[in-house]
């Protein structure tokens, strides 16, 4: 638990960003900040908040988790489009997931499926494949587009989300 918290403490003070979400790296050679933010850094660090509430019961890792969500929601998904890749995208979709154990607010996963269902319409060949931002196919966009469609499906058994979005990818709507 003690190195958890040292890398926890170490990536909140180098890497978290004014508005809450993450930058994606420090180089080592300088020392200088990646700047890019990525929705797999920011649900990383969303789903470890939710982790140490869990090992320590201290609510001010679930308000911390709350507050990253919070702050996710305009940047990564306020257009209701996808702002990065897929696997990106599925791992800040963990961590809605995980928080909704103690969060019942279902925003962020709402916002999540209206990103989700533009993809589902707009962003599949009609084999049913998903390209990339650059147009190409590759095995890890469609990894993280099955995970985030096994996650929904999930979700829309748990919970009340609205049409289905495992339905719509089925029928190819």
């Known amino acids: 638990m003690d190195n958890a918290l040292l890398i926890y403490n170490w990536t909140n003070e180098k890497l978290q960003t004014p508005s809450g979400l993450y930058y994606d790296n420090i180089r080592t050679k300088d020392s200088t900040i990646d700047k890019a933010i ?3 850094n920011t649900g990383t660090m969303l789903q470890s908040n939710v982790y140490l509430y869990e090992c320590t019961g201290d609510e001010k890792y679930l308000k911390r988790a709350t507050a990253i969500a919070d702050s996710s929601l305009p940047f990564f998904y306020g257009n209701n489009k996808f702002r990065d890749d897929y696997w990106f995208n599925a791992v800040l979709l963990r961590g809605y997931q995980h928080l909704l154990r103690y969060n ?3 925003k962020y ?3 999540f499926k209206k990103c989700l269902d533009y993809a589902l319409k707009n962003e599949k060949s009609e084999s049913g494949l998903f390209t990339d931002k650059n147009g190409t ?3 890890v966009e469609q990894g993280g587009m ?3 469609l096994a996650r929904f499906a999930w979700l829309e058994h748990e ?3 609205g049409s289905s979005t495992a339905i719509l990818y089925k029928s190819g709507n």
């Open 104 to 106: 019942k607010d279902t």
């Open 146 to 148: 099955l995970e985030m």
């Open 38 to 40: 990525f929705s797999y």
């Open 137 to 139: 196919r590759n095995l």
């Open 159 to 161: 919970y009340d989300l």
């Open 109 to 111: 996963i709402l916002a």
